[in-house]
T-cell receptor, first 113, second 113 residues
Framework: DVKVTQSSRYLVKRTGEKVFLECVQD?????MFWYRQDPGLGLRLIYF???????EKGDIPEGYSVSREKKERFSLILESASTNQTSMYLC????????????FGSGTRLTVV | GQQVMQIPQYQHVQEGEDFTTYCNSS?????IQWYKQRPGGHPVFLIQ?????EVKKQKRLTFQFGEAKKNSSLHITATQTTDVGTYFC?????????????FGQGTTLQVKP
């Protein structure tokens, strides 16, 4: 089975801190994604990467950046955390062109105080 | 912009009753995917539908893709407590083959034993 591992299940950070959320997948998938999940809003795409060092903005990239230096690792960076970034962050991966869905990590619940 | 809407947002049923959630897209979709998220868990891929009018079954779950490929439904027959969770539909963003998905807001199912 594909595994997508997110480094932290829960995080509490202070306003203004730089925050790194790490995601690693073990199935050589080309595509990796970062979503945030908020009640009533479903899952919203923050950033997407289709190859090493390649990235595209999603629907809500403001306040975030990403890094993909190795194929298996996709990091989400909150440059200066704010309280409105308190959310559940979900990483997902998918093999390019394959007719099956995402494999999600267990999520990181981030609280910014 | 492109939207995917799900109704209802919440549904409470007695164990043994049937349940249906509906998904509507503002644009024609090349495919639609369904995911289930158990309370406290992460979304898990259930199925992908590709063809117009397609119907697929997984035990008590029946998935349909509309003729116009703009809507879909998930029907659960004789719900069980193990069906509790949030069900999301998702469709490709735009016409790209990047694997990016736009998710509906989800339908949360509660089952009373």
């Amino acid at each position: 089975d594909v595994k997508v591992t997110q480094s932290s299940r829960y995080l509490v950070k202070r306003t203004g801190e730089k925050v790194f959320l790490e995601c690693v997948q073990d199935m050589d998938h080309e595509n990796m994604f970062w979503y945030r999940q908020d009640p009533g809003l479903g899952l919203r795409l923050i950033y997407f990467s289709y190859d090493v060092k390649m990235k595209e903005k999603g629907d809500i990239p403001e306040g975030y950046s990403v890094s993909r230096e190795k194929k298996e690792r996709f990091s989400l960076i909150l440059e200066s955390a704010s309280t409105n970034q308190t959310s559940m962050y979900l990483c997902a991966s998918k093999a390019q062109g394959k007719a099956y869905g995402y494999t999600f990590g267990s999520g990181t619940r981030l609280t910014v105080v | 912009g492109q939207q995917v809407m799900q109704i209802p947002q919440y549904q409470h049923v007695q164990e043994g009753e049937d349940f249906t959630t509906y998904c509507n897209s503002s644009t024609t979709l090349s495919n639609i995917q369904w995911y289930k998220q158990r309370p406290g868990g992460h979304p898990v891929f259930l199925i992908q539908l590709v063809k117009s009018g397609e119907v697929k079954k997984q035990k008590r779950l029946t998935f349909q893709f509309g003729e116009a490929k703009k809507n879909s439904s998930l029907h659960i027959t004789a719900t069980q407590t193990t069906d509790v969770g949030t069900y999301f539909c998702a469709g490709p963003i735009g016409s790209s083959n990047t694997g990016k998905l736009i998710f509906g807001q989800g339908t949360t199912l509660q089952v009373k034993p």
